[in-house]
């Protein structure tokens, strides 16, 4: 497990592998190799080796519009760490991370553990593979849950014993959205995150990634869409004004929703654009 410290001073970022490379006795679950699952296509666009020929051979379809897609998901995990980062120097040291997707290092309980060793984590997928990696590498962690679920249950979420037990529900909590809510129907999504805000304690806060077409070639848009039509979950691509009314209820922190590439850091906007926010619920 990589211990270096992340931020934006770390950037670009490494994937540190050998994080999962080392668990040898790992069986593998049932996995449903008939489509292509948004976790591991994730995985594979990563560098990582978690995936099948299903998974390579649909994100080798983007790939012909765009070749490199790692930049973008690394894009996307930069994101992530540092608004985890600024939620942890913030005070928040409880996370719940809705679509965790396969254990990427640095993972969520890493980079707060930076901040504070003391921090409760939880982790929550509906994917199979990922929750197996979950159980076997984030949960034998010190303050780490993972929890099977669907993230469209809100109240389900939130009256699982195991989660009450670990989150405190009295103190805010950092609710991660983090490229996850574009495999969510839109009319869906708005109401699911308004049942989060109802939920959070005060003080809490959402951080959200979504792709976003404006500002994305048209055929781009059209493959992606194309593409994971196929595979576990459809891909719904909004627009920025359909990605604002996402952070109704919530007054955005510095810098406000851009893309992923430009939220707290300075890199040049990429192919596909990831639209990235921080809010704290009201
Ligand atoms: C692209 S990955 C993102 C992983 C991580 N959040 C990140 O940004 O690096 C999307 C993850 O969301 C999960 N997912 C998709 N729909 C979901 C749902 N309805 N409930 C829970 N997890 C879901 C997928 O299984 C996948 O692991």
Not at 15 to 38: C, F, H, L
């Amino acid at each position: 497990m990589t211990t270096q410290p992340h931020g934006a001073k770390a950037d670009p970022i490494e994937v540190d592998w050998s994080w999962t490379a080392s668990d040898d006795d790992w069986v593998p679950p049932e996995i449903d190799t008939s489509k292509p699952s948004t976790a591991r296509m994730y995985d594979y666009a990563l560098g990582g080796k978690d995936n099948y020929a299903i998974d390579r051979q649909a994100v080798d379809k983007i790939a012909e519009l765009l070749p490199d897609l790692k930049p973008v998901a690394l894009a996307n995990r930069g994101f992530m760490i540092r608004a985890v980062e600024a939620l942890s120097r913030m005070g928040i040291d409880q996370f719940l991370d809705l679509g965790s997707g396969i254990p990427t290092s640095p993972n969520v309980h890493e980079v707060a553990g930076v901040h504070r060793a003391t921090t409760k984590v939880v982790y929550v997928d509906n994917d199979p593979i990922v929750m197996t990696y979950n159980r076997a590498l984030r949960e034998p962690r010190p303050g780490v849950l993972a929890l099977n679920h669907d993230m469209r249950a809100p109240a389900t979420i939130f009256e699982d014993p195991a989660l009450r037990a670990h989150l405190d529900l009295e103190r805010p909590i950092g609710l991660l959205l983090v490229a996850v809510l574009h495999f969510v129907q839109r009319e869906t999504a708005l109401e699911v995150v308004e049942q989060y805000r109802r939920l959070l304690p005060p003080g809490s806060y959402l951080a959200i990634s979504a792709i976003c077409s404006d500002g994305m070639e048209p055929a781009l848009v059209q493959r992606l869409e194309s593409v994971y039509q196929t595979s576990s979950s459809p891909l719904i691509v909004r627009t920025t004004a359909e990605a604002e009314q996402l952070f109704e209820g919530t007054r955005l922190i510095e810098p406000g929703l851009v893309d992923a590439t430009q939220w707290r850091n300075n890199e040049t906007p990429l192919p596909i654009r990831i639209l990235s926010g921080v809010g704290q619920v009201l």
